[in-house]
Each structure stands twice: as C-alpha cells, then as structure tokens.
C-alpha cells in the first residue's frame, strides 16, 4: 500500500497536463481542418491513453471531500478502461460515475470547441453579449422589426435521445457511452440546475453538468445549418430585386431569437424552427410574430429588455430574478439562525456579487435601493432575533460598525447599518467581512460566467491572440 502511495504522489502531473492538452490541441486543430476520419482516429487514440486515464483519475480525486485510499484509486482507474461498462449499476460509487463522464467529456470537448468557434456569429456563449445584441438591433430606427423568441427550459427532458448521439458524429465505442448516460437522466439533471441556478454558473466540479450542456449545444447548433440554408437560397431570390436580407439569428443555450424587418421571412423562419423542434421531440408550439417597431419589451433569461416610443432600450432584472433573490436570502436566514456571523456575511456576500454580476449591463439604480433595504430588513430581523434581550446601541455596535473607506472592487465606500464582522488571523492582520450593497459599482469585473473553458482557441495552427492565460481544463 505504501509503495502506491509514493508512486502516485511522484508522477510529474505537469507533464502529464501537457501531454493531454497536447492532444487535445490535435483533435480541435484537425476538426477545424474537417478532417474527420483523422478527428475519429486521434479521438480513439486519445481514448485507450493510459495517461489520460491516470489525468482523469487524479483530477476527479482532487475535488472530493472524503479521502480516496490509493485501492480506490486503482479501481477507478482500471474501471476507466472498461468503458463499455458505463452503464450505472448499484456497486458503482459516485466517483467511478463522476470519472467516466469526465472522461467522454475530455475527449469530445476539443472537436466541438472547434465547430463552437466557426459558428460563433450566430451563437454567444455570454448572456450578457446576447442582450446588448438585442437592444442595439432594437435602439435602431426600422420602420418595422419583428421578433420570434422560444425558450426551451421546461421542455429539455423530452428531447430524443437518438438525435443527440446522431449528432454527435463519432466512432461507436463513444456513442454507445453518451447513450448509456443519456439513459441514466443526465438532461433531468441539467434542466434542475439551470431553471434553479440560473445565476450561479460555476459548475468546474459538475462533470454532467458540463457534459450536458456539450451534448446540447451540439444539437441545437444543428438549427444553424437550417438557417443558412434557407438565407442563402433566399439571397438569390432577392438578388434580382435589389433587396437585402438582413435577418438576424441568435441564440444562447436554450433560447432561439430571431429578428427581422420582414414579416413574410422570419414567419417562413418560424416554420423551420417549428418543423426542426418537431423532428427533435419538443411539440411546444413556437408563437407568431411580435412587431417591435414602435414598443419592445422582450424577457430573456430573466433579463428585462424595454422600449417605448422609439427611445433608447433599457435593460432591467426580471420581477422573478428580483423574487427569487429575496426567496433565496430568506431561506438562508431560516436555516441560519445559529450560525457564526462570519460564515453567514460571507454566504449572503457571495450570491449578492453573484447576482449582481449576473445583471451587470443593468443600469437600474431605483431597483438596486429597492432590493438593498429589502435585504437590510430581512438582515436586521435575523439580528434582532439572534439577542432578542440586546438594547439597540449594543447590536449596533457588534453587528452594525460604522465603516469609514473600505475598499469595494477599487472604490471607497462609507456606511452605517452595514452588516460586518472583523476577524484576526495568526499573521495579526485584521480583516473585515462585510455584506456588499446591490448599487455599489464592480467596475465591471464579473464572474467567469462563460460555459466553455476556451482553453482551445489559441492552437498552433490558429493564433487569435485573446487568451494569453490559458487554464487547462
């Protein structure tokens, strides 16, 4: 045992990184180049490596909470070579489940971040790029605009199964794989996440998360080459009347929208769209056409967007988002009660600057002010109660200090009646936690909220130079 132990920890796991990034970087740049018998060759290569297996193994191990004895990591990896047994069966522990699905996640990533990045016109991997889109198309001065928008949130577990693993292109070992997790209700979990989390994107440690949405992503990109399709012949229709079409497609995760200024164009667009829903499961019928020449008013994942009488667009958090943000901070302080106040400032502090960041592009100061003295209120009933024999000046002064200049994302801030709590370390450094505000300003530093890791579009072969940074998987 002991002798396992010291082997496992001698591995040189940087370069173990490069060598799987390395091929890695060989699937994506021969899916750029369409090569596809190679992409199937280098994929099936890629998955009988002993190296990518011990790479899996290790990386699974370093996020779990229980200790993983060297036997245990042995079985996982040998139970990574059988992977014609990836059907879940009881005996199999989360970690052999969480290491298989890395796996085929690992393998097939490379080959659709290179197809992402051809499509990526018609495709934004930001919500927050997909709303600006929106309100400048709309800002614009048209003398009639009209808008088809579905979103499929409630209706992603009744896709075919077999439509995916169609998509997917890929040898036979890999699709008899992703069908045995389709089956074992991967998308369920997915769809519970998102329509739950909608503003908490960072899934790093969620395997099946990341694996469903690729499986997605794939499908509904198949939508794409529909569109294209039907412009391009549209285009030499028109081209004898001097009319350009300037039909915009759009698209972020499950949401599909569609602008254009003609009526008869987007309505033929709407018919594909439908026709193509049908074909992959989903019978929800897709609506008319909405005008949005005069007035606008367009929610999209849980985003406000508003025009009125040919002004600038205002963009604005959903009343769901704002209750559900209450609702979520009121659960926290019922299940709360007795714990340390340090623990608790930096739980609210955390989806308070994630929501916010969320929402950034909104400029919506009477919003914020609302949303913060709601929160105050909540906050300051769950002091009250915790020293209910307390006169006022003595809460005040434990939990709700004066703070002069403290430094909030590279701006001062002063206040009272802000949560906040000093904590001495061992170095004798005194830090204060405190509950951020909604209106102070992040000078736009935002969360990682993008759904692909983009590790590879800087390649050999294809230098963009927009990610010096590169973080391996």
Known sequence: MKDRIVFWDILDWDQIRQYVFKFQRKIYSASLLKEICRTKFL???????????????????????????????????????????????????GVIKESKIFLIYTILNPEWEAYFSIQKKHHNFSITELVRKISCIASRKYSSLYIVKISLEHQLDLIYLSKITRRLNTFSLINDSVNHILESGIIRTYKEFLTKKFFILQYDERYDIKLSLLLLEALFSDFSTIFHSYIRKRQVLEISFYSEVSCQYMRYLHNFIILDPEKSRIEDVRTLLQYWLYKIGIKKPVKRAKNLSKSLKVELNHYLIIKNNNKNTRIYPSKYAQAYLLEIISNIIKKMRNASLI???????????????????????????????????KIRAWVFRRHSNWSKSNVKQKYFAPIVDIKYYKRLYTGNWILSSSFESKNLDTAVFIVPKLRWHNCGIKFNTTNFSNSFHLNYLYRYGRYPNLNIL
């Not at 909470?65 to 992977?83: A, D, P, V």
């Open 43 to 93: 994929q099936k290569k890629f998955l009988h490596s002993k190296l990518l297996k011990l790479w899996i193994t290790h990386q699974v191990i370093k996020f779990q909470k229980n200790y993983i004895t060297s036997f245990e990591r042995h079985k996982i990896f040998l139970e990574l070579s059988n992977i014609m047994q990836i059907k879940y069966k009881k005996e199999n522990s």
């Open 343 to 377: 623990l608790f400032i930096q739980l609210i502090s955390t989806i308070l600057k994630r929501w916010k960041s969320y929402f950034s592009i909104c400029k919506c100061s009477e919003i914020f002010n609302r949303l913060d003295n709601l929160i105050f209120q």
